[in-house]
């Protein structure tokens, strides 16, 4: 067996998806393994279609195994979604690499970077340029100038390329045996409005199925049949707005340590936040408040977010628990069977499984579970309570 692992979100799963599975299996890969990514993204927004229709798509798209990362690592910054995600590949104990997509498609140039990041100046500059108010990302770039030049401060802009690095960053810090291998992303640049043929950017193609305009090109066949099922049936699509009045009445009602208690919280953004959010009547008005230079857009939808799901710094601080199973097919079903022996985590098939594990493992099911039912408030159609306990495994 020669299994690769993805860290994914498949919002939706589409045709640079497609072509990511591909290029594994040209790349040797008899067996591929996806930790996704549950019904909250990376960007702090919620996926639009929910996490059992998308773990379908990905199977019937030629993904074997999709395992679930956690809501406390799937809405965290760059790098704590990437320490989440090489963690579980790690943790099956049979994963030989690690796949993904970048714009520099170089990973020999993705690890200079990534032990520049680790070094004693680089931290040096950074430290810095915090200090004198620069973002993050743009305390980055000039510490990599500075470093590097010019050239590395401009891979390092591109998005999936600061992802890729947090990859083999997180590789290194848990001392996996995980191989990186990376290529050049296909067909359309991040959140790019504008597609090339048949490729067009998941932001894209979450816009056209929210406007109800054609989009059926841009994915493959089966995965079209899914949303377009899920939209009938009115579980899709769900949008951030959907949340207004949630996110709302949550901010307006939190004491104030559970103000202090949420994931990465600085420089008084918490009582910004509460001030804000008690005149504040719509989520565009809110971010527009309370934006700051060192809290860009993305960071404070992440935080909005966890606070509505009742996400703690606490809950941050803990580990993956336990290896989800979401679905599977022969060949997963080949690797689950590998997993018996080699797993460093508990793997979980039912819910049920849960009760036999730590406090920590408990509670990080409860976040889930919590996600779950949240969502759940914001579909077309309400959906029902408990499912992180009910929806079956995905079998194909």
């Given at each position: 067996m020669n299994l690769f692992s993805v860290i994914s979100e498949f919002n939706p799963f589409h045709n640079g998806h497609n072509y990511l599975v591909k290029s594994m299996r040209e790349q040797g890969a008899t067996h591929i393994a996806a930790i996704m990514s549950g019904n909250f993204t990376q960007r702090g927004?919620?996926?639009?279609?929910?996490?059992?229709?998308?773990?379908?798509?990905?199977?019937?798209?030629?993904?074997?195994?999709?395992?679930?990362?956690?809501?406390?690592?799937?809405?965290a910054s760059a790098e704590q979604y990437a320490f989440g995600g090489v963690t579980i590949a790690d943790a099956l104990g049979c994963c030989n690499s690690l796949f993904f997509g970048s714009e520099c498609g170089d990973i020999k140039k993705l690890e200079k970077i990534c032990a520049t990041f680790e070094s004693i100046e680089f931290k040096a500059w950074f430290a810095g340029y915090v200090s004198s108010n620069e973002s993050y990302a743009r305390a980055i770039e000039l510490s990599l100038t500075n470093m590097l030049g010019s050239e590395y401060?401009?891979?390092?802009?591109?998005?999936?390329?600061?992802?890729?690095?947090?990859?083999?960053?997180?590789?290194?810090?848990?001392?996996?045996?995980?191989?990186?291998?990376?290529?050049?992303?296909?067909?359309?640049?991040?959140?790019?409005?504008?597609?090339?043929?048949?490729?067009?950017?998941?932001?894209?193609?979450?816009?056209?199925?929210?406007?109800?305009?054609?989009?059926?090109?841009?994915?493959?066949?089966?995965?079209?049949?899914?949303?377009?099922?899920?939209?009938?049936?009115?579980?899709?699509?769900?949008?951030?707005?959907?949340?207004?009045?949630?996110?709302?009445?949550?901010?307006?009602?939190?004491?104030?340590n559970e103000y202090k208690e949420l994931p990465n919280i600085s420089e008084g953004i918490e009582n910004r936040l509460r001030n804000v959010s008690l005149n504040a009547t719509t989520l565009e008005e809110l971010f527009d408040k309370i934006k700051t230079k060192r809290y860009p857009n993305s960071r404070l939808r992440r935080l909005v977010l966890r606070a509505l799901l009742h996400i703690t710094d606490n809950d941050c601080s803990s580990k993956p628990q336990y290896i989800r199973v979401l679905g599977f097919n022969e060949r997963g079903k080949e690797i689950l069977r590998e997993m018996r022996t080699t797993a460093k985590l508990p793997v979980i098939m039912k819910a049920q499984d849960i009760k036999a594990l730590s406090l920590e493992a408990k509670r990080q099911f409860e976040c889930e579970s919590i996600a779950d039912d949240i969502y759940a408030l914001a579909l077309p159609k309400t959906g029902k309570f408990g499912k992180n306990f009910t929806e079956n495994i995905i079998i194909r």
């Open positions: 927004e919620p996926a639009i279609i929910d996490k059992y229709i998308r773990t379908k798509a990905a199977l019937e798209s030629g993904v074997d195994l999709v395992l679930l990362l956690p809501v406390t690592y799937s809405t401060a401009d891979i390092i802009r591109a998005p999936n390329n600061l992802l890729a690095v947090e990859y083999v960053k997180a590789i290194r810090d848990i001392g996996s045996s995980l191989i990186p291998k990376t290529i050049v992303r296909s067909g359309v640049a991040h959140d790019s409005k504008i597609p090339n043929e048949s490729y067009a950017s998941a932001s894209f193609i979450r816009s056209l199925i929210k406007s109800n305009s054609s989009y059926e090109k841009f994915v493959p066949k089966r995965s079209y049949e899914l949303i377009q099922n899920a939209i009938r049936q009115k579980s899709a699509p769900v949008d951030f707005s959907n949340f207004e009045k949630l996110i709302i009445y949550r901010l307006r009602t939190m004491t104030e």
